[in-house]
């Protein structure tokens, strides 16, 4: 894994209608947009957030969890609308000595079914299978989100199975999770 692609410069990914890039003060109204909205969260370990400071104080801690080399948060943003943020990827749980890493994203709920989780999910596994050289990602998903599993299986990845009351997810309590994952081997030998 050459970990030095990802937290060297922060990474900026393009695709033909999107850009992934750091969030910024100027997207603290669509990031608040986002954290408040109980609806995104439902099947995610992250408890929404109501107050527009909290949300401002967000930007530092992304920052800061990048520096640190343990998440990295891009924004989704549409070409067709310019700078404006609608939605989040992330990549947490870097392990350098399995050469692994946990992928996670959440949309805007006017962004949903647009295929924009799936050309971002899409993007993210490009960059990490031919830059940065990851042998292998993997999702965590509530069993009952069948729209973020299409998205994973669209791209490729395979589910492995049930994690039965496997972890604590803040304002879930105890959940089971499915494990999704795809290798460096799957991306190659397959065209997704």
């Not at 647009?114 to 490009?126: P, T, W």
């Not at 965590?140 to 973020?148: L, Q, R, T």
């Amino acid at each position: 894994m050459n970990i030095d692609q990802v937290f060297a410069a922060f990474p900026v990914l393009e695709s033909e209608s999107l850009v992934l890039k750091k969030m910024e003060e100027a997207h603290i109204q669509e990031l608040y947009t986002i954290y408040s909205n109980d609806k995104v969260f439902e099947y995610c370990g992250i408890i929404p957030k109501n107050n527009l400071q909290t949300v401002s104080k967000m930007i530092g801690h992304f920052e800061r969890d990048y520096h640190k080399k343990s998440r990295i948060k891009w924004g989704i943003f549409q070409k067709t609308e310019v700078n404006k943020l609608v939605g989040i990827i992330e990549l947490m749980d870097f392990n350098q000595k399995v050469n692994m890493v946990t992928l996670g994203y959440y949309l805007a709920e006017d962004n949903w079914g647009k295929g924009i989780a799936s050309e971002s999910v899409r993007m993210v596994v490009k960059f990490l299978f031919e830059e940065v050289n990851m042998n292998r990602i993997q999702a965590e998903v509530m069993p009952a989100n069948e729209i973020s599993k299409k998205v994973l299986l669209k791209n490729g990845f395979m589910k492995e199975g049930l994690l039965r009351q496997a972890t604590i997810w803040s304002g879930k309590g105890v959940v089971d999770l499915e494990i999704y994952s795809i290798l460096k081997e799957d991306y190659m030998n397959c065209n997704f």
